[in-house]
């Protein structure tokens, strides 16, 4: 899958790993999610699926702590979240939402198998253990997409590892390396810039 990563990323991770500001956090980078992917969806759907996406992603932060946790890089932890989020907008009919197109998923699954079946995360059942006791809120779905799915915003041909578009513009495999100076001041949701670049 290609992902963008910059220093803001690495800022949101140090964020997310330190109590005391976590949740502010948390709240900042599912505010940006969703008001990204809102904008990626058909407009005439866009406001009723908010509050699933709020959901979904407050949920995939968790993920994204445990797979660092396991050892994946930054760009890896984050790419499972994304992965996890394609399956929802997948099994939602929601394609012209999806990142990758419909027949990368199992590819995408594939890599993250190990992971994925720890935690019971499935194509059908993206969130697995991730899923909080309540569930998140539902949202209509549009399944005659999938008949024949219209992937605008997907980029294909990134399903065999983690590519990571670096701020000069050059592609890496598996991402960079976290920088030794990193400014938790600089993550998202913990200054006041909602800076969309954070979000690839």
Not at 125 to 147: H, N, V, W, Y
């Amino acid at each position: 899958m290609k992902l963008r990563q910059n220093a803001r990323h690495f800022a949101s991770r140090k964020a997310l790993e330190t109590p005391v500001i976590r949740s502010v956090a948390v709240s900042g980078l599912v505010r940006l999610h969703t008001k990204v992917f809102t904008k990626k969806a058909d407009p005439a759907h866009a406001e009723e699926r908010k509050a699933h996406l709020d959901g979904l992603f407050e949920a995939t932060m968790d993920t994204y702590l445990e797979a660092l946790r396991a050892g994946f890089s930054e760009a890896e932890a984050r790419e499972i979240t994304h992965i996890q989020a394609n399956f929802d907008f997948y099994n939602h009919g929601w394609t012209e939402m999806m990142e990758f197109p419909a027949d990368e998923l199992e590819a995408h699954y594939e890599r993250y198998r190990e992971f994925f079946e720890t935690w019971d995360i499935t194509i059908a059942d993206p969130l697995g253990e991730f899923e909080p006791a309540g569930g998140i809120p539902e949202a209509p779905s549009t399944p005659e997409r999938l008949e024949n799915p219209v992937h605008p915003h997907a980029e294909g041909g990134f399903a065999d590892n983690a590519y990571v578009e670096g701020p000069d513009g050059e592609m890496l495999v598996g991402g960079q390396d976290e920088p030794d100076d990193v400014d938790v001041s600089k993550a998202v949701g913990v200054d006041d810039e909602d800076v969309e670049e954070a979000a690839g």
